[in-house]
């Protein structure tokens, strides 16, 4: 099994930046695919981007292609997604997620296939 831990999530204006962190216990996390979601209010957790277990193959949602880029150290058991320029609609509630990939090196991008989630981070965009 794996814990994931989210952080760096907070308000920020229109155009700004920001830069969310999840931290995963466990020392197979290089065995993981891992994924970012978000869910705004009254609506359905969507996929934001996603990156392969090797960090070869990454994924991005058309809304945010361009302005967010993901990464992992899988050294230090932590997957990054650096957001810029940052719209309210960008505002949610933010999921790291993680499914074990015991074979090949893809980026997964459907939310029914992940098994771990942690808790969220909050990340408000205003106008």
């Known amino acids: 099994q794996v814990q994931l831990v989210e952080s760096g999530g907070g308000l920020v204006q229109a155009g700004g930046s920001l830069r969310l962190s999840c931290a995963a216990s466990?020392?197979?996390?290089?065995?993981?695919?891992m994924g970012w979601f978000r869910q705004a209010p009254g609506k359905e957790r969507e996929f934001v981007a996603a990156?392969?277990?090797?960090?070869?193959?990454?994924a991005f949602a058309g809304s945010v292609k361009g302005r967010f880029t993901i990464s992992r150290d899988n050294a230090k058991n932590t997957v990054h997604l650096q957001m810029n320029s940052l719209q309210p609609e960008d505002t949610a509630v933010y999921y790291c997620?993680?499914?074990?990939?015991?074979?090949?090196?893809?980026?997964?991008?459907?939310?029914?296939?992940?098994?771990?989630w942690g808790q969220g981070t909050q990340v408000t965009v205003s106008s």
């Open positions: 997620a993680a499914v074990i990939q015991s074979r090949g090196d893809y980026a997964r991008t459907d939310r029914s296939q992940y098994d771990y």
């Open positions: 466990g020392r197979t996390f290089s065995s993981y695919a």
């Open positions: 990156i392969s277990r090797s960090g070869g193959s990454r």
